[in-house]
């Protein structure tokens, strides 16, 4: 699971960071708006552990207001010290799923997320099923069996739908690395699972 952690007391977020990470979560760190518009604009998140009030720009309230009309819909937890019932209305309003109060144990926490926010261990796409436990591959219900190469195209793709993946994130899969090749790869994976990859020309390729 992918989650975007947004405090400004480094300190706080380191602790929140070392802990969420020692629960096998991947985490991103964010200290202000900005870093929270960049980084959603590159990575796709399972979750957003926003804190409210931050010491400059914007707050997390009017951070996840701006993600929401944006048709951002990622699950998102306030970390806040703020608590009374304007407040939580107000967070609420901007679209948050759950607050949850400082100061906290940090296992509480972790209880939250694995109980209301499991990552789907699968991904649909047309007539594509996904298993991502054990990166199995299903078309119209029949295993489909991929090179390795080309699984960990499809991989790297799928997991960023909807985004575009650089040429040079791609070429590093391949042995020899080689414009040439990964097109023939990347033709040759169109073919087997009849599927539209984008080509954005000299940037990269995207599955929509």
Same mark, same amino acid.
Not at 16 to 28: I, R
Not at 157 to 162: A, H, M, T
Not at 179 to 187: C, E, G, I, Q
């Given at each position: ?9 480094? #300190? #706080?977020?380191?602790? $929140? ?7 096998? +979560?991947?985490?991103? *760190?964010?200290? *202000?708006?900005?870093? &929270? ?6 990575? %796709? $998140?399972?979750?957003?552990? +926003?804190?409210?009030?931050? /010491? ?9 207001? !701006?993600?929401?009309? /944006?048709?951002?819909?990622?699950? !998102?937890?306030?970390?806040? !010290?703020?608590?009374?019932?304007? =407040?939580? =209305?107000?967070? +609420? ?6 607050? @949850? ?10 209880? %939250? @997320? ?6 789907? =261990? $699968? ?11 054990? %990166?199995? #591959? ?9 090179? *390795?190469?080309?699984?960990?195209? +499809? ?9 575009? &993946? =650089? ?15 990964? %097109?023939?790869?990347? /033709? ?21």
């Amino acid at each position: 699971m992918k989650i975007l952690l947004l405090e400004d007391d480094p #300190l #706080l977020h380191e602790c $929140f960071k070392e802990y969420l990470e020692s629960e096998k +979560f991947e985490v991103f *760190s964010a200290f *202000s708006a900005y870093d &929270v518009y960049d980084l959603t604009y590159q990575e %796709r $998140f399972d979750l957003y552990l +926003f804190d409210v009030n931050l /010491s400059i720009g914007e707050s997390g309230f009017e951070i996840l207001k !701006a993600l929401r009309e /944006s048709g951002d819909m990622t699950p !998102a937890i306030y970390i806040t !010290a703020q608590v009374d019932i304007d =407040s939580i =209305s107000k967070g +609420f309003d901007m679209g948050a799923d759950d607050y @949850i109060k400082k100061p906290f144990e940090p296992k509480e926490l972790i209880i %939250r @997320i694995k109980n209301r926010y499991k990552k789907e =261990s $699968f991904i649909y796409y047309q007539d594509l099923k996904y298993d991502l436990n054990n %990166r199995h #591959l299903y078309k119209d219900s029949q295993m489909i069996h991929l090179s *390795s190469i080309l699984a960990e195209i +499809f991989h790297i793709l799928i997991l960023n739908r909807g985004k575009l &993946v =650089s040429i040079d994130t791609l070429l590093e899969i391949l042995i020899v690395p080689n414009p040439n090749a990964l %097109r023939v790869n990347l /033709s040759k994976l169109k073919k087997i699972l009849d599927i539209d990859i984008k080509n954005i020309k000299g940037r990269g390729y995207l599955i929509e």
